[in-house]
C-alpha cells in the first residue's frame, strides 16, 4: 500500500516561541559580531551600494551607547548574488527566510528579497554578520513593510561622520515601531526627541501608512 504523501512542515509552529539565548547558542552557535570599526575592511571590494542598519544606525545619531548583540547590514536584493559571489569561500552565508535556514551557496541560490543572511566563517566558527535584504524597485530602496513606498537610497541613508553609509533614524525607527522589544523602546526614547521636523514627518506618514492607529503617531504631531 503506498504511503500518503506528506505536506512540508511549517517553518515554526505558531505555538513555539523564540530561543532563549542558551538554546540558540546550543542549535545555531553564538555571535561575535563585527561593528562600525571593523565592517568596512569587510566590506572592501564589495562595488554594490550597502549600508548600515539597526542599532548602530542609532548609536551613530544620537551619540548615546547601548549594547549591541549583532552587527546590521543591507544590500539590495538585487545584489544578493552579487554579495554571495564576493564572499566565496572565504564566508558562509546562510539564508534565514521565515523561520526557514538553509545555506546560500550554488545549490540554493534564490532567496526572498526579503529575508536575511547571517555570515560566519565555518561551521564551528561564530556569526559575525546579519545582513536582511532590502527589496528594490528598478534599483530604488523599497520599504518592506510598505512595497508602494520607494525611494532614492541616498534619501533614507547618510553618511556619517565615521565615513560610513548609515538607515537613517527616521528609517530604522519605522521598522523598529513593529517591534515590542524593549531595546526598541529604548532607541526610539532616545531617538525621537532628537528628529528634525522632515524626518519626524516622514516617520509619521511611514508608520501611519502601515499602522493608522499606532501609539507613536500621537507623539510625532
Do not use: C
Amino acid at each position: 500500500m503506498p504511503s500518503t504523501p506528506l505536506s512540508p512542515p511549517t517553518p515554526e509552529p505558531p505555538t513555539v516561541g523564540p530561543l532563549p539565548p542558551e538554546g540558540f547558542r546550543r542549535w545555531y552557535g553564538g555571535w561575535d559580531p563585527l561593528d562600525p570599526t571593523t565592517i568596512a575592511e569587510f566590506m572592501e571590494g564589495f562595488d554594490r551600494p550597502w549600508w548600515i542598519i539597526g542599532g548602530w544606525s542609532i548609536e551613530v545619531f544620537t551619540g548615546v551607547s547601548r549594547a549591541h548583540e549583532d552587527m546590521d547590514i543591507s544590500i539590495l536584493s538585487s545584489d544578493a548574488e552579487a554579495f554571495r559571489m564576493f564572499l566565496g569561500e572565504r564566508w558562509t552565508p546562510w539564508n534565514v527566510d521565515d523561520s526557514w535556514f538553509r545555506p546560500f551557496d550554488a545549490r540554493f541560490s534564490d532567496v526572498r528579497p526579503d529575508s536575511q543572511l547571517w555570515i560566519r566563517r565555518d561551521a564551528q566558527s561564530p556569526w559575525v554578520l546579519d545582513v536582511p535584504f532590502t527589496p528594490d524597485t528598478g534599483g530604488r530602496w523599497t520599504n518592506k513593510r510598505n512595497p508602494e513606498h520607494t525611494e532614492e537610497l541616498d534619501a533614507v541613508t547618510w553618511v556619517a561622520p565615521d565615513g560610513l553609509r548609515y538607515a537613517r533614524p527616521e528609517v530604522t525607527l519605522m521598522f523598529k515601531a513593529a517591534q515590542s522589544r524593549e531595546k526598541d523602546r529604548l532607541d526610539a526614547d532616545v531617538a525621537l526627541p532628537m528628529l528634525d521636523d522632515a524626518s519626524r514627518g516622514w516617520l509619521r506618514d511611514a508608520v501611519a501608512a502601515i499602522d493608522p492607529h499606532h501609539a507613536w503617531l500621537g507623539v510625532l504631531q
